[in-house]
């Protein structure tokens, strides 16, 4: 790797992270994290998602919290959406941004969303032809969930991933993200797909967005970075371990990821001090909620040198 | 890598593991474990340490667990020396395989055992005359420890490192371990020195031995393994974390870097199911020691299937 090589961290504590958390932010909060993010250098952040606030009273605030992320300078603000209805809410709000995902498991698809694959990825193509008749200049990213295995329905094939993201490049989707939801990808099978991916992909960016239920969230980062991927979700204190399931750890850890991606001479543009101190904030505001993070816990090794933060833009 | 690739994890947890651990083993146990070990397919285990009594008496009994471990059958079991005195308390014992290891951080080196680094190699010149004059047949293995960087010293030279290699190879070295004693190590710096000594080493079989302290220990093992090294330490539950010191995570997990290798398609010939038994019963043994490990709290994937395990020769 040259030292000019660039990586993406995407925050998406504010998504998957607050999914299962018993506390629920204020919209007040939600963007104070936002605006301290961008302080630090991370700029790319899902910023909540449009589902029915029923299913998950955390995002009941969806709208506003989406309208707040667009009054922060430097801040290029996504939301997720599981349907057509999310979308036209995140289209409304005026988001630049909106990811679309759909699982790979058919069986994880139907728990998730009460609908088939088949049926989400016809979804996906409603959606992009509501953002062309809106006239709105949004960005339509699409995910492939359980893309490398399901605690539901086991093996996830090769195959069924990559026809699924030839249909959603198809159907118009600008960026792709390949999701290890449920923490059974290994490196190998990870190094593997993405580079089929990334053939099938072309010019499309790809995003790759692992958990670290196993313990080999970083690993697999190490893997998909040999595959050429260079964008990835994580979350501020590795935030999303349901309290209710122990065993379901969340994302991979934004700090640590930061630290992993520097160290290979990879800059992110953010600052680990900057992430830290709000890692803090943040455990304060939620009580109880499990955080993970080995740099949190252990701190930087004294021959660490991140590279020089760019000025943002 | 094909299916018939194998690579081998070597049970560190009597040795590391048991290093700041408060508890004090009774031989009957350490001699229990080793030989759950061994019914588990992990047959390279380093026993004991022939330190002095005084620097950790939980050592003291290093000569009584060396004797007792070679009446276990299958077990290939090796000690680690600091010195000539202790390599010839571990000849006398009749051990097989010796370890001797020095420090490429010269600080660290004089810290540890109160001379220098090459006042340390020539002491392992000194054992291996030792060894030939004795008659005995005994593999000496030869470690470098600090090899990524040092808490005392910082930066390691890749330099000063190929060099010791080469001085060890040169005085006798049967087998070469480079060591992330502190936690420093990231995955593009392991593969380039990696394959650097792998280069220098030629058929001398090389290891690894990584710590988890910042959470890069297994994203290492995958570096090591680019690198083409098969050979890692690995301590059973994590062990080896410091009580009084909750930042010095301790080596790699046994049962996750046996996880990790099995799902990378590469036999080990271990049982994850007798390694997790062994845990618990070891945990029962030493209350209140931090243990970790991501399979042990979030289970195997349902699509993980080890290789069959060859039966012990």
Known sequence: MTTNDTAQVREVGLRDGLQMVRTILTPAQKLAWCARMVAAGCTEIEVTSFVPPQVVPQFADAGEVARGALAIPGLHAAALVPNLKGAQRAFEAGLPKVH??????????????????????????????????????????????????????????????????????????????????????????????????RALAGEVPLACHFHDTRGLGLANVIAALDAGVRCFDASLGGLGGCPFAPNATGNIN??????????????????LDALREMRETLAAWLPGEPFTGAIARAGLPRTFAPRPRAALS
């Open 100 to 197: 679309y995902v759909l699982s790979a498991s058919n069986a994880h698809n139907l728990k998730n969303v009460r609908r088939t694959t088949a049926e989400s990825a016809e979804d996906f193509a409603r959606i992009v032809a509501a953002r062309d008749e809106s006239g709105r200049h949004v960005v339509l990213g699409a995910g492939v969930a359980t893309a490398f295995g399901c605690t539901i329905a086991g093996e996830v094939d090769e195959g069924t991933v990559l026809a699924l993201v030839e249909t959603l490049l198809e159907a118009g989707a600008e960026e792709i993200t390949i999701a290890d939801t449920v923490g059974y990808a290994h490196p190998g099978q990870v190094r593997a797909l993405m580079r089929k991916v």
């Open 254 to 271: 934004t700090e640590d990821t930061v630290f992993l991606l520097e160290s290979e001479g990879l800059h992110t543009g953010i600052d």
